[in-house]
């Protein structure tokens, strides 16, 4: 039975730990904040820091349809043996776009009411023309063509059309993993095993430019992976990056200093977030001024919060 508390769950992701170190008061407003903000009698500061941190922009939005759509793909495919038309898929994730901005514009109040259910975009929210930019919509264009195509010609996708000598792991077997009383949550885009080799390929699907952050979010996932189907060896893991927009595909080969590297960053990012505790045992923030505001004008603009700091 779901218990409503005063105070979130401390956990672990590498999200949250990338927000702790752009921004203490956007880390704040996400998960201390904004906590219980969903529930009617919520007060009103945590009902509108929810609402706010529910807005998307348009690349993380396209991000997300895009991963959404792979998922399905996968899954009939499994089943059905079934492959869709490229035409198909991108007309359908081109729909789920114009269906984001027709909420965003003409439906703000059912987004007010159920910020969760409805789509929000950054660019339209904190405009004053109700309007995309131009060139943004160009490049969401390219991009959706640019990534469909090579889904369908990836390393991943061929590999999945093996089904004979491929095991696939359901999403559902892989969620968190507990280091002492704190959960590591783990967000896996697809994981396989290739029966021939022994390999267990872990993959994500990128739908922007490569990052130096790609490769410590692979090594904390073969860490989970490791651990959670007791593999014996890390020569068994291939961590595999697919950059949807080059149509190119990065692996990695692990050894135990990654391991040991993503577990210190673990550890000294717990220690870093109790810093801003008042209880420990409760997760109890302390008050909102002791996180500082850290002020960029690049970060500052892209920030759901701008109202909240600003004004």
């Known amino acids: 039975m779901f218990e409503i508390k005063p105070f979130p769950e401390l956990s672990w992701s590498v999200s949250r730990h990338k927000t702790l170190m752009d921004c203490p008061r956007k880390y704040a407003?996400?998960?201390?904040?904004?906590?219980?903000?969903?529930?009617?009698?919520?007060?009103?500061?945590?009902?509108?820091?929810?609402?706010?941190?529910?807005?998307?922009?348009?690349?993380?939005?396209?991000?997300?349809?895009?991963?959404?759509?792979?998922y399905h793909v996968i899954q009939d495919y499994l089943k059905t043996d079934r492959i869709p038309s490229e035409n198909a898929l991108i007309e359908r994730i081109r729909n789920q776009l114009n269906q984001g901005f027709i909420e965003s514009t003409k439906k703000e109040h059912l987004w007010h009411d159920k910020p969760n259910r409805y789509t929000m975009l950054h660019e339209i929210y904190y405009s004053q023309h109700q309007q995309l930019p131009k060139e943004k919509i160009e490049k969401i264009k390219s991009r959706l063509d640019a990534?469909?195509?090579?889904?369908?010609?990836?390393?991943t996708f061929s590999d999945i059309q093996k089904k004979e000598k491929m095991q696939f792991i359901e999403s559902e077997k892989f969620r968190f993993m507990t280091v002492g009383d704190v959960k590591i949550y783990v967000v896996m885009d697809f994981l396989y095993r290739d029966l021939k080799s022994d390999k267990w390929i872990i993959v994500d699907w990128k739908t922007g430019k490569a990052s130096s952050e790609d490769r410590n979010q692979l090594a904390l996932y073969a860490l989970y992976v490791k651990q959670r189907f007791n593999i014996e060896s890390l020569d068994q893991i291939v961590i595999r990056n697919e950059y949807l927009l080059e149509g190119t595909h990065q692996e990695y080969k692990l050894n135990e200093a990654d391991l040991t590297n993503v577990q210190n960053l673990f550890g000294m990012s717990i220690q870093e977030m109790m810093k801003y505790l008042d209880d420990i045992s409760k997760n109890q923030p302390m008050d909102l001024e002791h996180f500082p505001q850290y002020q960029e004008e690049r970060k500052c603009s892209r920030c759901n919060y701008q109202e909240l700091c600003f004004g």
């Open 29 to 70: 407003y996400d998960y201390y904040v904004s906590h219980n903000g969903w529930l009617r009698d919520a007060d009103s500061l945590a009902r509108h820091t929810y609402r706010l941190k529910k807005i998307t922009n348009l690349e993380i939005h396209f991000g997300s349809l895009v991963h959404d759509v792979i």
């Open 147 to 155: 990534a469909i195509v090579h889904f369908f010609k990836s390393r």
